[in-house]
């Protein structure tokens, strides 16, 4: 979770290619995983993909 972080706040990436680097098959489940482990959203405020 450590590296999707990181990846999360500091690359121009989506949350799928995020989730298959870190090795889950399934952004969904990724994203509760990532949420359960850290809380909260993405970006505050913001939308949680590139194209809003």
């Given at each position: 979770m450590r590296e999707a972080r990181r990846l999360l706040?500091?690359?121009d990436l989506t949350?799928?290619?995020?989730?298959?680097?870190?090795?889950?098959?399934?952004?969904g489940y990724f994203v509760r995983r990532f949420r359960r482990h850290h809380g909260g959203h993405r970006r505050r405020g913001g939308t949680q993909g590139h194209d809003a």
């Open positions: 706040t500091s690359d949350v799928a290619a995020i989730a298959h680097r870190v090795g889950y098959r399934d952004p």
